[in-house]
Structures are given as structure tokens and as C-alpha cells.
């Protein structure tokens, strides 16, 4: 049995947060980031974006708070795709604590 092959039996029985952390883990030592975000120094001041925008995945989630359906998003930001939101929401899933800290700094 493959090390692959043993983590997808290990899989079946972990929570859902013990495989947000897992994808946390792999995608740290993917070191190629977190599929569909990406932080540019500079740009929305270094905050997880959506690839393609300058749409930080904390104003997403903020919205969502506020009670703005994915339907609603998608209509509000021409440029965001349905893929977009799942990543932004996978992202808020391992990333919840930064993303949070974020929400607060930017409502002040």
C-alpha cells in the first residue's frame, strides 16, 4: 500500500475539521499555496485575494455574514466564478482564524 493510498483510507474516518487541517498541512508543504487565492505584497495589503481580482476573501466572507447569498455575490462581482466562492470558502475553512482577524481590522 502507497502512503497516497494509506491516507485515503485515513480519510473515511477523520472529522471534517481534522481534514481542513490536513489540506492546511498539504498545501503548506505544497508550497504553491492555497488553490484559487493568492497573496500579492502590495495589492489589498497582502490579504488572500481571488486569483484574476483584487477581491480579498475576508470582504467575501463578511458579505456572507451579512447574509448575501453566493447568487448574490456572483451578481455584486462580475468577475468572480462559482469556482472562485468554493475556493474562497475552502480557503476561510483551513484559514479561519487570519481570515477573522482580517474581518475585524477592516471594520474598525
Known sequence: MTALQAARKLLQD????????LIKWAAGEADYGFPGIERTPGVCGGSACIVRTRIPVWSLVEYKRLGLSDEALLENFPSLRKPDLINAWNYYATNQEEIDREVAENNL
Open 14 to 21: 477523520m472529522t471534517q475539521s481534522e481534514k481542513a487541517q
